[in-house]
Every structure is written in C-alpha cells, then in structure tokens.
C-alpha cells in the first residue's frame, strides 16, 4: 500500500492529451515539492518533472506537472508511442521523514 | 556529470546481510553535496525509499527498514554503500542508487541491480 496514490493504468490514442494524477496529504504533497518519473520496460526510472512543474533540460514540453493542494498531475500532450511506460510520482513525507512514491501508473497508448 | 554506478552480489542467502556498493564518477564524486540514496523495487512492484547519506555522513531511513539498513559513505574512495541485515525473501529486488538534490528529487539513477534472496 503506498502512501501516495495513483490509478494502475492509464491509456490514450497516439496524439491524445492523458492526464496521471497523483493524491496525497497535508504532509506530503500538501506541504511538499511533487517530483514525477517515468520508467521504461527493464530501465531505471528517469526524472520528469521536479518541483511539482519544472521540466529537466532534455525532458519533451509534451509533459507537464501541477499541483493542488494535496494533489499532483502529469500531463502528456500528444502522446506518442514510445511514452508507454510506468509512471510514479515521488514527494518528501514529513511524518514520516522519507521520501514516499505512489503506486506507479502504467501507461498504455492505444 | 555525476553518473552512478551499483555492484554487488547477484544472490543472497536467507538471514544473511546484503552489502551493495554504487560508485559515483563526475562532478565532485560522492563529495558532492547530494543526498545519497538507496531505492528498491520488488519484481513487479512500485518504488520503495531506502536511506540516503549525506556527504556529512548524516543519514536517514525509511522507518519500516530501520533496525536493518545501514548506509555509509567513503568520500575518498567516491563511493557510498548500503548495508541490509536479515535477508528474507521479502527483500528480493533491483536495488538502485540515485543522487537525491532535494527530499525527492533523484537525479541521476545508477542502472540498477538485481539481489535475489535464495537458499
């Protein structure tokens, strides 16, 4: 059971706009930066997105964070194939004084 | 450019300890002023956050891998390890090190290594 909460899966048409969100709490997301990798079949995961909206050099502007309250979204517009991966959102806890994940989201596009 | 880099044993023994080893190159070497640390995920499942050591040599842990992890860093040598005591099969994983810039931001990851706990 993670302590940050995503949906399994999530899937779109080649060129569609897809949404994975990310629910927390007041001592996390609520209180915290919001941090968003990706990982592809057999590889490490990669940052995304860090401070809830900040794009890495490198990182396609077909992807995007927000944050509201106690709850983060990832957003890829025009989704392309090789984005099917797994998707986890990462933000510091402090009740619990780590770093928490979510569950991980896989993408699928269709 | 830092770059990360994991070894260590491939096969673990029930109630024996885990010792892994990731070798930072680039940038300043583990005497950077990251927060070093150690993430495993189980075949199939999400991420779970170790520890990290500062280059201070002050650490934190995840609370429920506490009483067993030890992480320490050997500046000199630009290399930072993870000690995990009790080996169960619990633990079966691919264990990455990453270089945490602030509370959660990982970047960049080593490739991983996978430790199965076998007898």
């Known amino acids: 059971q993670s302590v940050l909460t995503q949906s399994p899966s999530a ?32 590889r490490a995961p990669k940052l995304l997105i860090y401070r809830n909206d900040q794009r890495p050099s490198g990182v396609a502007d077909r992807f995007s964070g927000s944050k509201s309250g106690t709850s983060a979204s990832l957003a890829i517009s025009g989704v392309r194939s090789d984005d099917e991966a797994d998707y986890y959102c990462a933000a510091w806890d402090d009740s619990l004084s780590g770093v928490v994940f979510g569950g991980g989201t896989k993408l699928t596009v269709l | ?88 099969a619990a633990d079966t994983a691919i264990y990455y090190c990453a270089a945490d810039v602030f509370y959660g931001f990982f970047d960049p990851w080593g490739q991983g290594t996978l430790v199965i706990v076998s007898s």
């Open chain 1, 11 to 42: 899937s779109g048409a080649p060129g569609q706009r897809v949404t994975i969100s990310c629910s927390g709490s007041g001592s996390n997301i609520g209180g915290n930066y919001v941090y968003w990798y990706n990982q592809l079949p057999g």
């Open chain 2, 1 to 88: 450019q830092v770059q990360l880099q994991e070894s260590g044993p491939g096969l673990v023994r029930p109630s024996e300890t885990l010792s892994l080893s990731c070798t930072v190159s680039g940038g300043s070497g583990s005497g950077g002023a990251y927060f070093w640390t150690w993430i495993r995920q189980s075949p199939g499942k999400g991420l779970e956050w170790i520890g990290y050591v500062y280059n201070t040599g002050t650490t934190k842990y995840n609370p429920s891998l506490e009483s067993r992890a030890t992480i320490s860093i050997d500046s000199s040598n630009n290399h930072f390890s993870l000690r995990l005591t009790s080996m169960t």
